[in-house]
């Protein structure tokens, strides 16, 4: 039996992607295992939307790359490994047995079986006909998996280096998107969350369903009890996705709908193509078609030209909007992306840097706000294992996605129970079987 150990920088695509390989390896008798230290085959899953992950890199391959002296393979994925590749594999040449990009994750058996006699490089973009989308299931005996419905990107935020290194927009045929989730259910999965780059523009570039005809189609599939989605451009956000909150109570009252800024200014330099007063009309929209929808967002703050006003601006959208939760970032230069044009106008790293203070300070009062809201509520909750520090007590997610803490016993798990909740903290809800 060989053991293939995986480390999963970055975003839910590569969440999917890890998941795909260990599925794949696994038609070659590999296992997966917790430690790279009985692992046959070290695969780090590398993403580049930010500075610090390249740093992780470093660090990871200087931890493993002892176990090459006795014999085991090492591997670079992922996003980095895209866009840097014949870097990487000349940097790490005394390091690293094989490098390869996102496209290239349908092909790892064959890729692994060819490091026995050779240093692999892989990252060239395949056609978009050419790409093929896996479809071996690994659900990992989870209540929830995400299912994967297009690949890359056909924006070009002028901060984003992932249309650099997902490569250009393909939709997933519906059918086999259909079939993942069936496979799915069968075993076992309860939730599932179809993930994109940028789900809402699903189909549009052929004649496959739409995104909402997509949501639909899922939602009639047996055993389907939660759907959710990321992520969403709210420029792409449609009156019939709108509709959908409505119509299918499988539709979780959860939406992820990154803004960025509250400037519309730094929208517009951002090239996000919707206003400050357009994200608010979607949001009052999703709003009334979905009473106590839970919203959440990321920002990025100090991006090329923002002054004090703009960000000012982003604060009042997050109190206008009170978003419950929210991802912020610092502006982070990516190579090769179109903002580094826009460069002349930094902004220093320390007012960046307060700034992000302010806004993840006020951030947080809110998300607090918004769990002390919910005590004496009664939530549907879908148990997913026991807490991380007592088996006596479960924890699953409310439909707003909010995580919940009760007393429980381990036959709950998969199944959905009412919950009232007795407590709101900054990251979790306490509750009690009501
Ligand atoms: N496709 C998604 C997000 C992809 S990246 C979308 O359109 O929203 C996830 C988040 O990382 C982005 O929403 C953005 O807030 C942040 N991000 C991306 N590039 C960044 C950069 N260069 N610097 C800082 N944050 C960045
Ligand atoms: Fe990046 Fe924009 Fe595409 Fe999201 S929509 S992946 S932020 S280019
Ligand atoms: Fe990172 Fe690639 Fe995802 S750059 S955020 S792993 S698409």
Known sequence: ???????????????????????????????????PDDADLILVNTCSVREKPEHKLRSFI??????????????????????????????????VDLVFGP????????????????????????????????????????????????????NKCTFCIVPMTRGTEVSRPSAQILDEVRALVDQGVAEVTLIGQNVNSYGLKTDEKTFAEL?????????????RYTTSHPRDMGPDVVQAYRDLPQLTSHLHLPVQSGSDRMLKRMKRFYTRERYLEVVS?????????????DIIVGFPGETDADFDETMTLLE??????????????RPGTPALRLSDEPVLDRVAGERLKVFQK??????????????????????????RWDDDVMCGRTGTFKMVNFPGTADLIGTTVAVEITRGFTNTLRGELA
């Open 362 to 387: 006020r951030q947080q009062e809110l998300t607090l706000v918004s769990n002390k809201r919910d005590e004496g509520r009664v939530f549907d909750v879908l148990v997913e294992g026991p807490s």
């Open 62 to 95: 200087g931890e493993v790359r002892h176990h090459r002296e006795r014999g085991a393979r090492i591997g670079i994925a992922g996003c980095m490994a895209q866009h840097a590749g014949a870097s990487l594999f000349k940097r790490y040449r005394k390091d």
């Open 103 to 154: 496209d290239h994750v349908p092909n790892v058996r064959e890729l692994v079986q060819r490091t026995e006699t050779e240093r692999v490089l892989e990252n060239s973009f395949l056609d978009n006909a050419a790409f093929a989308f896996v479809q071996e299931t690994h659900s990992d005996g989870k209540v929830g998996a995400f299912v994967t419905i297009q690949k890359g990107c056909d």
């Open 215 to 227: 949501l639909y189609a899922v939602a009639e599939l047996p055993g389907v009890e939660r759907i």
């Open 1 to 35: 039996m060989k053991k293939v150990y995986i480390k999963t920088f970055g975003c839910q695509m590569n969440d999917y992607d890890s998941a795909k390989i260990k599925a794949l390896l696994g038609e070659d008798g590999y296992v997966a295992t917790a430690s």
């Open 320 to 333: 206008e909007v009170g978003f419950d939760g929210s991802f912020s970032f610092k502006y982070s230069p």
């Open 285 to 297: 929209d999703l709003r009334s078609a979905r009473p106590g929808l839970s919203l959440t967002t």
